[in-house]
DNA sequence: AAGATTATATTCAAATTTGAATAGGGAGAG
DNA sequence: CTCTCCCTATTCAAATTTGAATATAATCTT
């Protein structure tokens, strides 16, 4: 649903064909917010075609290269974009990390062997914690709040991933992730 | 992939049929860290049976009901376990927020419907960031630390979603999303 | 005791995602 | 000058996910 809301979106702003939204979505990192496959950029855009929120405007053939089709939103595809933001606003949707579920079973494996890939890991969460930060400061005074507020939320996001990560090796590396009847964090 | 990770994972501790192992993913509220459909783990079922990574052992008929099938591990499943687990861990794979997108777009709508949305959600935030530390608290006595890791990692992400949202409600509220040129935090 | 709901167990078609294949053009390296 | 790699642009088959359909038993309700 992210992939229709999206091309809906920057068919807003300008009449586009799809490669040209692909390029879009890179320049402003969207590609880092969601997954983008040129595969379903291409259905997505057939089956808002299909439906009529999007219609083809011209077809521009260079003889050598493939046809490029430019689309344009239509008055129902705008009303779909509303419905949609506000849709994914109120949703309350669970935000699946599957690296817990792989911690959750790590367990019936060998704990020095989870240790070793822990402390990778960490290093590279590090790394992105460190880097999101970096795009935040560097944007601060050049783009407006709202995209401000997504790298911020993005720092924030993997730095309390970070922290739980590094409570986690803590555990692991003292083998005592199989202790019951103790608490995260001491009582003040 | 997390859906076989889990299969494996539970069949390591006994041997059980596909509907057996949404009862006990259920049980341990694994389905709250991924996502869970009958489809897809019967699906995932059958195609670790084809690769041999689980065998069936029996077919128990009672006439009346479908027949059950019950799996065990086998060799190359243990194999494949340890090595999902530890690849799991070791890649940094990027979480999706489908918000984040959301409202990168939504300066195209009414921020009045916006604004009105956005506080909905954030009231089922904080049922959910109190949910969440409830569970904790609750389970803190009597589970091993790695599932309550599991279970304070989770609150605190959702504290981490709360708070973005308040300071993003703000600036929608003040209409100043558009701003250019202006820090989040005021400078100390 | 009939009727309604929930639990057991699995299958299926349709929707969607994935990853690779296609195919020509331009740009830079050696 | 030619080889290799990347960019433009799209399509396709195969893998996977989704949501609903199926069929019967057990339990609860009135």
Redesign the pocket.
């Known amino acids: 649903m992210s992939?229709k809301l999206v091309i809906l979106g920057l068919l807003l702003e300008r009449d586009m064909?799809?490669?040209?939204i692909m390029?879009v979505m890179k320049e402003r990192s969207y590609n880092q917010m969601m997954?983008l496959?040129?595969?379903?950029l291409?259905?997505?855009v057939d089956?808002l075609a299909d439906e009529g929120q999007i219609e083809a405007t011209e077809t521009i053939s260079s003889s050598?290269?493939?046809?490029?089709?430019i689309y344009r939103i239509t008055g129902s595809g705008k009303a779909l974009f509303e419905q949609l933001v506000l849709q994914q606003i109120k949703k309350y949707e669970q935000v699946y990390h599957p690296l817990y579920m792989a911690l959750a079973l790590s367990r019936h494996i060998d704990q020095s062997k989870v240790e070793k890939v822990l402390e990778e890991r960490i290093r590279e969460t590090e790394h992105q914690v460190n880097f999101y930060y970096q795009v935040y400061e560097e944007h601060v005074m050049a783009v407006p709040r709202s995209a401000l507020h997504l790298m911020y939320g993005r720092y924030e996001h993997s730095l309390t991933e970070l922290k739980w990560l590094k409570r986690l090796y803590a555990d692991v590396a003292a083998r005592r992730l199989n202790d019951i009847g103790s608490p995260l964090f001491e009582e003040i």
């Open positions: 992939m064909h799809p490669y040209e390029l997954k496959q040129m595969g379903s291409y259905y997505a089956k050598d290269r493939p046809d490029k089709t």
